[in-house]
């Protein structure tokens, strides 16, 4: 537990630079206001980022017990990483793909590195969790 807080706290730390504003309460997820795709077929990155985040809120409330026994923490304590996650992927990612990027590219770059943030904070390898989850369903 003190792991994750000291990493929420080099989380929170990092965003002072200027995505502070990512970092309130995920939004509601099923906000598409933002979601339309131009002529390109690309979205608002910052609103594909938001509802990402809620999203991932959203199915981190709904995981199952037995699944979220794989991370080892709370539920309260898994929504705080799973976000503090996203949070800190957003400013490595979306310079890249300002102002505007294609849905599909989102699950490659934000959702695989918010994975992978959230796994080395938990100090947890893929393969145990993937194990673990695959066990749990």
């Not at 938001?50 to 017990?65: E, P, Q, V, Y």
């Not at 145990?128 to 066990?135: L, M, Q, R, W």
């Given at each position: 537990?003190?792991?994750?807080?000291?990493?929420?706290?080099?989380?929170?730390?990092?965003?002072?630079?200027?995505?502070?504003?990512?970092?309130?309460?995920?939004?509601?997820?099923?906000?598409?206001?933002?979601?339309?795709?131009?002529?390109?077929?690309?979205?608002?990155?910052?609103?594909?980022?938001?509802?990402?985040?809620?999203?991932?809120?959203?199915?981190?409330?709904?995981?199952?017990?037995?699944?979220?026994?794989?991370?080892?923490?709370?539920?309260?304590?898994?929504?705080?990483?799973?976000?503090?996650?996203?949070?800190?992927?957003?400013?490595?990612?979306?310079?890249?793909?300002?102002?505007r990027m294609l849905p599909e590219n989102a699950i490659p770059a934000l959702g695989l590195c918010a994975r992978k943030t959230l796994l080395a904070g938990?100090?947890?390898?893929?393969?145990?969790?993937?194990?673990?989850?695959?066990?749990?369903?």
């Open positions: 537990m003190r792991t994750i807080f000291s990493y929420c706290l080099l989380v929170a730390a990092s965003l002072t630079y200027g995505a502070c504003a990512h970092a309130a309460a995920p939004p509601a997820a099923n906000d598409h206001a933002n979601l339309e795709r131009d002529a390109q077929g690309k979205v608002d990155t910052d609103a594909l980022f938001a509802f990402m985040r809620a999203r991932s809120a959203t199915k981190g409330r709904a995981l199952s017990d037995k699944k979220l026994q794989c991370y080892g923490i709370s539920r309260a304590q898994f929504l705080a990483a799973v976000d503090a996650s996203f949070v800190g992927c957003y400013p490595q990612i979306a310079p890249e793909h300002r102002p938990l100090k947890l390898d893929s393969d145990t969790a993937n194990d673990c989850i695959t066990k749990a369903d």
